[in-house]
């Protein structure tokens, strides 16, 4: 489990400029606006912390503040490092740090985007899930959606007496939107058109000088077959090479976190689950470990074991799936994806037959899980373990990985060094292609991965060739891990044990303070930062999602390749664009 | 009166009141040009690949071998709206995704269909009080067939699409070739989403509210 460490020599060092974070229930260090590069730069050189992984705001209404809250750690491994910097609310300005940690880009970016936060320095600071020109910045407590009905859930219209109403029917328009006072909608001047985009794209991308012939500007997407959902991307091009790209998100921007802080804290367990829709389970995982730290609670064995087999399970789905589509994107049109589909429906029958439903399982509690696994289910799960899957992960290596075709188009392509990768903060399946043998299972163990015999696969050239086998790789010890625990389970907490520690409630109480829970879901790092303040909702619901970092790596994979390569290098990043966007 | 049902009037068919030739027996079907080219219609409806959220996965899924859309004549997707029978909006349509929504929904051909797959195409679903959200896409293009569900399993997905097929077994040929081609106004990203359709009720409405902020600031001020 995480805990967050101090380290007293950095105390000494920057004292004056620093101060312990003394709030109840809060960790880590307060830093001075003004020296907070100076900061995270002796963190990332002298006292190896050279990953950033999670940044931030959160905005502390009744005191008047705006907090930015970086996360950093060790790519050696141990536990993480956590400071804050506060600045007024009025005019919240903090000292860009991306060039320090690049990783910071797209976080910084969306800090602006949402809290309004200017980040000084920051070398392209618009919004990014939302458009240029929206109407205010919606993570401010102040802010109100056009649908606003109350500050927190359950809503007195709803609960307990039920007297619900459309929304509908109390807007004007009967849609959500809502206008600023005095706009005129016949004069407006868009702030920002498609034009801008390109212009500004084209002009950062870099210039050849050996050959010089027309740089061009193409648009992929939103709408899209390549691009897993509804993910554009803008590209400069030089002949057919690659000069520049820039990623242009938010299409499915549905307000995870504005939702998450009006909702109580059980009720985010289902939103959690429709993040990655593809990984349900680990991101429940990850929530009720951020919630269950703040609680201080610990589930009962046996929830632990069946805990760790959802999100091996959910592991195979995932690399199943990324598979299959990487392959789609190479151009083997859907016969791999079917193959792979087929050992995916076999899962989800189990999921199904434990939690209801087949994708969105809502399955996690806080201090264990809402129920047993049936026994049917079970025997169907073992039979899967130890004798369906490791068959059916062999044959797709047999049939895919030494493919000629496969691999003079994957081989080479959109690589990404171990210090890159680092950098930008990239995590999961991308960054130990790259060489780095960080898995949160190992580097920061969580519930009982400790108990388990398994490697951290790693592969080293870190290029899409190799972030598919290592797809493979991480297949084969989740099947390593669910075999240990099929059988651990038995033994350690048989059938008939506990699952869930206390009686099952509908309203938790949360402590006072912030926790930061992270868990290698199958795309990377999924982190949850989580404020509470006592009361039903969280004051702050935040998720670092993996595919959102992961892509800030995407431009540096990109550049020099040719255009065909650029759906290649995507589907190799393995994106979902509920958990980019969210 | 007695009500007909098809059978008879099958068996009706069968006596024509002359002879049949014997290598003519058995051979010939006689219906309406409407029925036979619905029964076509019907079983080759391309959908639009186009997938927006969570409901897209189990979309795949349906088209995958165990669902197998291709029973239904509907494995054929189409990158392309002009290519393209039916659009299934399959998941969680935002302000950001509106406008593309509409433009792809302009530019596919008639007769052309729409199927609002799962609860926030529908109507919002758990995200309808986002700020960012749509509450279902029916507020912008017309909707012939909603799916509940969150997101619906494969077999809903083939349920409501056996549903568009009978919607169209009963269309007259008439009204869906002489149908308007009827475009519909992309909707602008302003400080909110802004259908053009409703600029004058924007208006109206922004400067009420700019009134009722100065009268409040003269009654404190």
Redesign the interface.
């Known amino acids: 489990m995480t805990t967050l460490v101090t380290v007293p020599d950095i105390e000494t060092r920057f004292a004056g400029v620093i101060t312990p974070d003394t709030r109840k229930g809060y960790q880590g260090y307060i830093v001075e606006a003004e020296h907070v590069r100076a900061f995270a730069k002796a963190l990332r050189d002298d006292y190896g912390y050279d990953y950033l992984a999670s940044l931030t705001g959160v905005d502390y209404l009744p005191e008047g503040k705006m907090e930015v809250v970086y996360h950093v750690y060790k790519s050696t491994g141990g536990p993480g490092l956590v400071f804050k910097v506060q600045v007024p609310r009025e005019n919240p300005v903090v000292p860009s740090i991306v060039d320090i940690y690049p990783g910071a880009n797209f976080q910084e970016r969306e800090a602006w985007d949402l809290l309004g936060i200017r980040f000084e320095g920051h070398p392209n600071l618009r919004r990014i899930l939302l458009w240029e020109g929206f109407w205010g910045h919606p993570l401010r407590k102040d802010w109100r959606e056009p649908y606003f009905e109350e500050e927190g859930k359950p809503f007195s219209s709803r609960w307990p007496h039920g007297k619900h109403f459309h929304h509908e029917d109390k807007n004007p328009f009967g849609k959500n939107v809502d206008y600023p006072p005095g706009f005129d909608p016949y004069t407006w001047e868009p702030d920002t058109a498609d034009e801008i985009l390109y212009q500004a794209v084209l002009q950062r991308s870099e210039i050849r000088d050996d050959l010089r012939t027309e740089r061009v500007v193409v648009n992929l997407g939103p709408q899209h077959p390549s691009t897993h959902g509804v993910f554009r991307m803008i590209v400069t091009l030089d002949g057919e090479t690659i000069i520049g790209l820039e990623p242009v998100m938010g299409y499915l921007h549905r307000n995870h976190e504005k939702i998450g802080e009006r909702n109580t804290w059980i009720m985010n367990i289902p939103y959690t689950d429709r993040l990655d829709y593809i990984t349900a389970m680990a991101n429940n995982f990850g929530y009720v470990l951020a919630v269950e730290q703040l609680m201080g609670v610990k589930p009962p064995e046996r929830a632990e074991y069946i805990r760790v087999i959802m999100a091996e399970l959910t592991r195979i789905v995932n690399h199943l799936w990324a598979i299959g589509f990487l392959l789609n994107d190479l151009g083997a049109f859907f016969t791999p994806a079917l193959y792979a589909i087929e050992e995916r429906e076999l899962i989800l029958d189990v999921f199904e037959a434990t939690t209801g439903s087949r994708m969105m399982n809502n399955y996690f509690r806080f201090g264990g899980v809402a129920r047993d696994i049936p026994e049917d289910a079970w025997d169907k799960l073992v039979q899967l373990v130890t004798d369906r899957l490791p068959r059916k992960v062999d044959e797709l290596d047999r049939y895919l990985t030494n493919s000629e075709l496969i691999q003079s188009r994957t081989i080479g392509v959109g690589v990404l060094t171990a210090e890159e990768a680092i950098a930008y903060s990239t995590s999961g399946p991308v960054l130990r292609a790259s060489g780095v043998p960080y898995d949160i299972r190992r580097a920061d163990p969580y519930s009982i991965y400790d108990r388990f015999d398994f490697d951290v696969a790693v592969r080293y050239h870190g290029d899409v060739y190799d972030r598919y086998l290592i797809r493979i790789d991480e297949m084969r010890q989740s099947l390593r891990i669910l075999q240990q625990a099929v059988k651990q389970i038995e033994q350690e907490a048989p059938r008939g044990a506990p699952i869930l520690a206390g009686k099952p409630q509908y309203q938790v109480r949360v402590p006072p303070g912030e926790s930061y829970g992270r868990v290698e879901a199958p795309k990377g790092e999924l982190g949850f930062y989580v404020v509470s303040t006592g009361k039903p909702n969280p004051w702050r619901y935040h998720v670092r999602a993996p595919s959102f970092v992961n892509l800030t790596a995407l431009e540096a994979m990109c550049r020099g390749h040719k255009i065909a390569d650029v759906v290649t290098i995507l589907g190799s990043i393995d994106i979902v664009l509920g958990e980019v966007d969210r | 009166m007695t009500q007909r049902t098809g059978r008879d009037r099958y068996e009706g068919l069968q006596v024509p009141g002359y002879d049949i030739p014997d290598e003519v027996k058995g051979n010939v079907i006689v219906t309406t040009l409407n029925r036979l080219y619905n029964w076509g219609r019907r079983n080759s409806i391309w959908p639009m690949?186009?997938?927006?959220?969570?409901c897209?996965?189990?979309m795949?899924?349906t088209a995958?071998?165990?669902y197998d859309l291709a029973r239904f004549g509907m494995e054929v997707m189409r990158?392309s709206p002009r290519q393209a029978d039916v659009m299934i909006v399959s998941?969680?349509v935002?302000?950001?995704?509106i406008p593309?929504i509409v433009r792809?929904y302009n530019q596919m051909p008639l007769p052309k269909y729409v199927v609002a797959m799962g609860a926030c195409a529908s109507g919002?679903g758990?995200?309808?009080?986002?700020?960012?959200?749509?509450?279902g896409v029916d507020?912008y293009i017309p909707v012939d067939v909603y799916i509940p569900g969150?997101?619906p399993?494969p077999e809903a997905l083939l349920f409501g699409l056996m549903k568009l097929q009978q919607k169209i077994e009963k269309q007259s040929l008439k009204d869906v070739y002489l149908q308007k081609e009827e475009y519909i106004p992309e909707p602008?990203?302003?400080?909110?989403?802004?259908?053009p359709r409703?600029?004058p009720?924007?208006?109206e409405?922004?400067?009420k509210?700019?009134q009722?902020?100065q009268g409040q600031g003269a009654v404190s001020g």
């Open positions: 690949m186009f997938g927006l959220a969570c897209a996965i189990e795949i899924a995958a071998s165990r990158p998941g969680t935002t302000k950001r995704m593309l792809l919002g758990p995200f309808k009080e986002g700020y960012n959200v749509v509450s507020k969150c997101p399993t602008i990203l302003g400080p909110d989403i802004m259908d409703d600029f009720l924007i208006r409405y922004t400067m509210k700019l009722e902020m």
